[in-house]
């Protein structure tokens, strides 16, 4: 009975102990997320008014170009592009919960075929 007691004060007591994070954690990531917010800002600002597709390329371009390597940022945004066209593609003409499913079945496809790719 004594060990079901200890067991169960144990389980009460760890959650909130297991779910405390950090405390130099949000201080440690402030000035990035600052920075991306300033970027973010300035990337809306030279893109509003434009149509939606040109405006998430204008998006891409200008928070590419305020990045610290352009290029790379380029290429990740290009294959996310392409990524999303696929899955589109894939998955046209569906709505609701069975476009939910398609689109969750090609983002565990495309995972595995990243991750056999990379072997």
């Known amino acids: 009975m004594t060990r079901f ?3 169960f004060a144990a389980l009460l007591l760890a959650p909130p102990v ?4 950090p405390k130099d954690a949000p201080k440690a990531e402030a000035p990035k997320r600052e920075a991306f917010r300033q970027a973010r800002e300035n990337a809306r600002k030279a893109c509003e008014g434009k149509p ?3 405006q998430r390329d204008c998006m891409r371009r200008e928070l590419c170009a305020q990045s ?3 290029a790379a940022c ?3 945004a290009k294959a996310h ?3 999303r066209a ?3 593609e894939a998955c046209k003409g569906k709505e609701g919960a069975e476009m939910r499913t398609c689109l969750r079945e ?3 496809k495309d995972r595995k075929d990243k991750g056999s790719k990379s072997k």
């Not at 297991?18 to 994070?21: H, M, R, S, V, Y």
């Open 74 to 76: 380029e290429a990740r």
């Open 52 to 54: 939606a597709g040109e």
């Open 81 to 83: 592009a392409e990524r």
């Open 68 to 70: 610290k390597d352009p």
């Open 86 to 88: 696929r899955m589109a």
């Open 106 to 108: 090609q983002r565990t």
């Open 5 to 7: 007691i200890a067991i």
């Open 18 to 21: 297991l779910a405390q994070a």
